[in-house]
T-cell receptor
Framework: AQTVTQSQPEMSVQEAETVTLSCTYD???????LFWYKQPPSRQMILVIR??????QNATENRFSVNFQKAAKSFSLKISDSQLGDTAMYFC???????????FGTGTRLKVLA | IAGITQAPTSQILAAGRRMTLRCTQD?????MYWYRQDLGLGLRLIHY???????GKGEVPDGYSVSRANTDDFPLTLASAVPSQTSVYFC?????????????FGPGTRLTVL
């Protein structure tokens, strides 16, 4: 069975600094997708970034980038120039190609300090 | 309406009572989902719907039922609530039931069963 592990329950970072959230997953599949979702205090989940497993190039969305290591089954999220609005719970999620069911990690609560 | 709405925002319910959580989307998405979010467990899929008229069971379907009479609405019913169903419930939708699609989430319903 696929699993997603986020080993950092809580993290904090100073405003304008860079922080990396870790995520590892376990699967025997070769084709899949990985996601990072953000859940701010308002509770509404928002997609931050998506990575297709068949792409070697790491995905980037403005200040957010990933370090995708397929062999190591690692998918970390780097937030550069952290802003107060980045304070949220961050969930890593995995989904096999051809299926519909996300497997979510347990989340990392990130607090950006002024 | 913009995106996905859920009602109620929160509810306290006596055990044994019947409760329907409402979910409406205006994006004409074919696929819809219900998740529950529990501390330390991330999000778990309860039920999903590929298109109007079809539904399927997710990871934790017991005690819940859904219907999909039209494209926009996807209510979740607890026939006889139990305290273990205390959770935050999220409705989500995607263009189609496919792994690469981003899921759009509603703001959630916090349900407490006493």
């Amino acid at each position: 069975a696929q699993t997603v592990t986020q080993s950092q329950p809580e993290m904090s970072v100073q405003e304008a600094e860079t922080v990396t959230l870790s995520c590892t997953y376990d699967t025997s599949e070769n084709n899949y997708y990985l996601f990072w979702y953000k859940q701010p205090p308002s509770r509404q989940m928002i997609l931050v970034i998506r990575q297709e497993a068949y792409k070697q190039q790491n995905a980037t969305e403005n200040r957010f980038s990933v370090n995708f290591q397929k062999a190591a089954k690692s998918f970390s999220l780097k937030i550069s120039d952290s802003q107060l609005g980045d304070t949220a719970m961050y969930f890593c999620a995995f989904i096999s190609s051809g299926t519909y069911k996300y497997i979510f990690g347990t989340g990392t609560r990130l607090k950006v300090l002024a | 309406i913009a995106g996905i709405t859920q009602a109620p925002t929160s509810q306290i319910l006596a055990a044994g009572r019947r409760m329907t959580l409402r979910c409406t989307q205006d994006m004409r998405h074919n696929a819809m989902y219900w998740y529950r979010q529990d501390l330390g467990l991330g999000l778990r899929l309860i039920h999903y719907s590929n298109t109007a008229g079809t539904t399927g069971k997710g990871e934790v379907p017991d005690g819940y039922s859904v219907s999909r009479a039209n494209t926009d609405d996807f209510p979740l019913t607890l026939a006889s609530a139990v305290p273990s169903q205390t959770s935050v419930y999220f409705c989500a939708s995607s263009v189609v039931l496919a792994s690469y699609n981003e899921q759009f989430f509603g703001p959630g319903t916090r349900l407490t069963v006493l």
